[in-house]
């Protein structure tokens, strides 16, 4: 995991990140978490980003915790999540050291399983299981193919914004698709 690269994106985190939880036009995560999450529950967010699952975990749990790679996108969590005083955050590397939390009812992981090397996706497992209480739940949701087309559109527009050329970001982003 590249700590300088999410510290980086913290400033901009929500035109560069797609994020699930304003997108859940069903509210499939809050229902799912109705079910999982009981008010005696401990719960963490791996990955918890700009802290926008905090409100959906910190209502329904005794003790959320957060956990991110990046300081700066902890911050934010925490300025944007100060109302709730049910939340310890914590700056952790998930894929190199297990997270110093007790065991949990519950983890939440959005977005984060998403590496193309098998051996951070194990390790990043490895510390959610190690973390989740027997008989606990995780809820793990994976990009998708919106996730997709919402960060090349994003690129598109950014590009666009930038030179005006429609053909020329066009070919580019092509270009990008294609190597990727």
Request: neutral net charge.
């Amino acid at each position: 995991m590249d700590k300088q690269y999410w510290d980086a994106l913290a400033s901009d985190y929500k035109q560069q990140v797609l994020s699930v939880y304003d997108n859940d036009k069903h509210d499939i995560l809050a229902s799912l978490l109705d079910q999982y999450i009981k008010g005696d529950s401990d719960v963490a967010d791996f990955g918890c980003g700009i802290g926008g699952g905090i409100p959906l975990l910190a209502s329904r749990a005794r003790t959320v915790y957060a956990l991110d790679l990046s300081d700066d996108l902890l911050k934010r969590a925490q300025t944007r999540n100060k109302a709730f005083n049910n939340v310890q955050y914590q700056q952790c590397d998930l894929v190199n050291e297990y997270p110093d939390i007790p065991a949990v009812q519950c983890i939440v992981n959005v977005n984060v399983l998403i590496s193309p090397d098998r051996h951070i996706r194990e390790q990043l497992l490895d510390a959610i299981w190690h973390s989740l209480r027997a008989k606990g739940f995780l809820i793990l949701v994976v990009p998708s193919l919106e996730t997709h087309l919402w960060i090349y559109h994003n690129a598109f527009e950014k590009q666009l914004a930038k030179t005006g050329h429609k053909s020329n970001v066009r070919r580019s982003i092509k270009a990008t698709i294609n190597r990727e």
